[in-house]
């Protein structure tokens, strides 16, 4: 079936450190790859996203390469700060069975000062 | 624009009692969901609305009834609320759900716990 795995959390960084969250993901046909950010109290929102192969999205200072051969999509920053303490999700839209969404579990980051 | 709004923000109810959770949206969206989120489960979906006029079961629709009232408002129903419904609620709209690599807007979430 389907999925997205995403590396297990809590990751804790000091500012200015290099953020790297892995993103695996499972799907038929050609999906299309997401990152949301979820701050605390609010809802998600989208951060990133790439729709075919080798894509780069970009946003903020976060990166992330739609990698059809290792069916990856890791997120990327060179220099993370406080204000990115957040839980980001990986997610995956596909073409066909009612286009849905599907999330991974999130990953919790906090960054201190 | 106030984008995608959930009311209430926070909820206790007890065993057996009922309750709506509304949404709606001023972005003029085509689709509209209700998801679910759980500690260590990512966000699970419920119902969806392609388009006015259509709902859709989604992963975990068991305990739940949607009602797409118009364009902008889908309202999430729990009929006899238990325990294993405590979670936190989102609801999402995209432009349109045939278009796959649309980002999905969400609301703020309401807090339901059920005691």
């Known amino acids: 079936g389907n999925s997205v795995t995403q590396m297990e959390g809590p990751v804790t960084l000091s500012e200015e450190a290099f953020l790297t969250i892995n993103c695996t993901y499972t799907?038929?046909?050609?999906?299309?790859l997401f990152w949301y950010v979820q701050y605390p109290g609010e809802g998600l929102q989208l951060l990133l996203k790439a729709t075919k192969a080798d894509d780069k999205g970009s946003n903020k200072g976060f990166e992330a390469t739609y990698r059809k051969e290792t069916t990856s999509f890791h997120l990327e920053k060179g220099s993370v700060q406080v204000s990115d303490s957040a839980v980001y999700f990986c997610a995956l839209r596909i073409p066909t069975g009612g286009f849905k969404t599907i999330f991974g579990a999130g990953t919790r980051l906090f960054v201190k000062a | 624009n106030a984008g995608v709004t959930q009311t209430p923000k926070f909820q206790v109810l007890k065993t057996g009692q009922s309750m709506t959770l509304q949404c709606a949206q001023d972005?003029?969206?085509?689709?509209m969901y209700w998801y679910r989120q759980d500690p260590g489960m990512g966000l699970r979906l419920i119902y969806y609305?392609?388009?006015?006029?259509?709902?859709d079961k989604g992963e975990v629709p068991n305990g739940y009834n949607v009602s797409r009232l118009n364009k902008r408002e889908f309202s999430l129903r729990l009929e006899s609320a238990a325990p294993s419904q405590t979670s936190v609620y989102f609801c999402?709209?995209?432009?349109?759900?045939?278009?796959?690599?649309?980002?999905?807007?969400f609301g703020p979430g309401t807090r339901l716990t059920v005691l």
């Open positions: 999402a709209s995209s432009e349109r759900e045939a278009i796959y690599y649309n980002e999905q807007f």
């Open positions: 609305s392609a388009s006015e006029g259509t709902t």
């Open positions: 972005m003029n969206h085509n689709s």
């Open positions: 799907a038929t046909g050609y999906p299309s």
